[in-house]
T-cell receptor, first 115, second 110 residues
């Protein structure tokens, strides 16, 4: 257990559904990340939040909407997804640059299937 | 933004051989370079990291080297074992953004 928890672990949704992925950490980290992992592009950075502010949006389609209400929680809201969005979505957290220990810890991921 | 290139994509070695994985990065502002190991069905986990003020770091059978001028860094695994088989990712951190390479699948045959 790394201290980063993601729910749900598995999700099957239709293209017209709306769902949310949740990530939670109580490690005192101030940076949180969403990554998409698929066969085509392993560990593709989607969003970065530092101190609850979005600092990176890596050209992600608007059907993915992140939310960071506080430094311990990160959400990824999903709507009108496409089958090619099926992948493993990984959340990670770290202390961010400038700290002596910058290790990023990953959650176990949410396996998303869009049908 | 940062761009990290990683080679090779697949590496097969015999048990006991050494394995080397190489990465390059584009942004000179990056100053932290971790390596992650991901076993099948599991989350990526940190195995070693290096900061830009250090040229080399070693931890038992694993070592990492960094050439800031050339913007490249490498992972070296000596005396490989079957349990080293996994996907290895390099990464570069610029401010709080952590960008990964595309990964190297290492296969160690007994």
């Amino acid at each position: 257990e790394t201290g980063v928890t993601q729910t749900p672990r598995h999700l099957v949704m239709g293209m017209t559904n709306k769902k949310s992925l949740k990530c939670e950490q109580h490690l005192g980290h101030n940076a949180m990340y969403w990554y998409k992992q698929s066969a085509k592009k392993p560990l593709e950075l989607m969003f970065v939040y530092s101190l609850e502010e979005r600092v990176e949006n890596n050209s992600v389609p608007s059907r993915f909407s992140p939310e960071c209400p506080n430094s311990s929680h990160l959400f990824l809201h999903l709507h009108t997804l496409q089958p090619e969005d099926s992948a493993l979505y990984l959340c990670a957290s770290s202390l961010g640059q400038g700290y002596s220990n910058t290790e990023a810890f990953f959650g176990q991921g949410t396996r998303l299937t869009v049908v | 933004g940062e761009n990290v290139e990683q080679h090779p994509s697949t590496l097969s070695v015999q048990e006991g051989d050494s394995a080397v994985i190489k990465c390059t990065y584009s942004d000179s502002a990056s100053n932290y370079f971790p390596w992650y190991k991901q076993e099948l069905g599991k989350r990526p986990q940190l195995i070693i990291d290096i900061r830009s003020n250090v040229g080399e770091k070693k931890d038992q059978r694993i070592a990492v080297t960094l050439n800031k001028t050339a913007k490249h860094f490498s992972l070296h695994i000596t005396e490989t074992q079957p349990e080293d088989s996994a996907v290895y990712f390099c990464a570069a951190m610029e401010y709080s953004t952590l960008t990964f390479g595309k990964g190297t699948m290492l296969l160690v045959s007994p």
